[in-house]
């Protein structure tokens, strides 16, 4: 690993961040957000650690294909050893983390006086805590190197509230505030820490909360995905996680070196209104 980096320019006239000798680990990584967001890492040249518990295989897979070197951990994000485990893991494959993009996430949805007490533990020790552990233990590499990424996949939701989502809005802008703290601890280093707020993406979780809408106001599949982005995102269309890919490689280039602390919305307007 090398504690610099430059752009490539492909005869098409595109630039592109190289990230080759870099190391990446992505957390909640074997679909979704997360496996995009890493395939987009892996096309810059960057090793990946995968976390996840989908379909490890076919995300290793995705990711050897491009040409990259990967592997997986399945590490439980509510458990701090585990994650110690993870990034012993990454020392010794990679010899450590140099972009560290915390994804990882899970949703419940329920008004307050009837959340289970037990899924809002789960989703502050999974969407919040975990960010805490993994932040902790890739910074010490990271500044003896005087390089490195930390990416926080926070939300809309780590700007603006949503009924019936107390423990997930409650984590992503914790989420937001260790960004924001992360940043400042690191603002004479080498070392930047940003969020990434994306709205509406089409995810296992929000095809959950279309199949939900449909069978409660018997509606076409079409038409509940319509109500779902009208009610929020005036754009009308559903981020990908390619764009949200593409956020992630402009922070880790040269051109955002000062950007620090900073929540970057991806939602198709929402934030805006």
């Known amino acids: 690993m090398t504690g610099t980096h430059s752009i490539l320019t492909h005869s098409s006239g595109d630039t592109m961040t190289t990230l080759k000798g870099k190391t990446a680990l992505v957390t909640g990584s ?7 967001i890493a ?3 892996a096309h810059a040249g960057a090793n990946l ?12 897979s995705a990711i050897e294909s491009i040409g990259a070197q990967v592997i997986h951990h399945a590490a439980d994000m509510r458990s701090a050893h585990e994650i110690e485990a993870m990034f012993s893991a990454a020392q010794a494959r990679f010899g450590g983390v140099d972009i560290l993009v915390n994804n990882a996430g899970i949703q419940h949805v329920s008004p307050i006086a009837t959340f289970d007490p037990d899924k809002w533990d789960d989703i502050i020790a999974i969407n919040l805590s975990s960010a805490f552990h993994t932040t902790r233990l890739a910074l010490p590499g990271m500044r003896e ?7 926080n996949i926070a939300s809309v939701h780590g700007l603006v509230g949503s009924a019936n989502k107390s423990a997930y809005v409650a984590a992503k802008h914790g989420l937001v505030g260790l960004t924001k703290v ?8 080498g070392v930047t820490c940003n969020a990434i707020c994306p709205g509406f993406v089409l995810t296992p979780l929000v095809q959950k909360q279309i199949d939900d809408l449909a069978m409660r106001e018997n509606l076409s599949a079409d038409d509940a995905r319509a109500r779902l982005l009208g009610e929020k995102q005036p754009s009308g269309e559903f981020v990908t996680p ?3 890919g593409n956020v992630a490689l402009m922070l880790c280039s040269p051109m955002a070196s000062e950007v620090r602390g900073a929540t ?3 939602d198709g307007g929402w934030t805006a209104q």
Do not use: C, H, P, Y
């Open 30 to 36: 074997t679909s979704g957000i997360g496996l995009g």
């Open 145 to 151: 190197r005087n390089w490195g990424r930390i990416i």
């Open 39 to 41: 395939q987009m890492l």
């Open 264 to 266: 970057w919305a991806v």
């Open 49 to 60: 650690v995968l976390n996840g518990f989908g379909d490890a295989d076919a995300a290793v």
């Open 242 to 244: 390619e764009a949200l």
């Open 182 to 189: 992360t940043a400042l601890e690191t603002a004479k280093t």
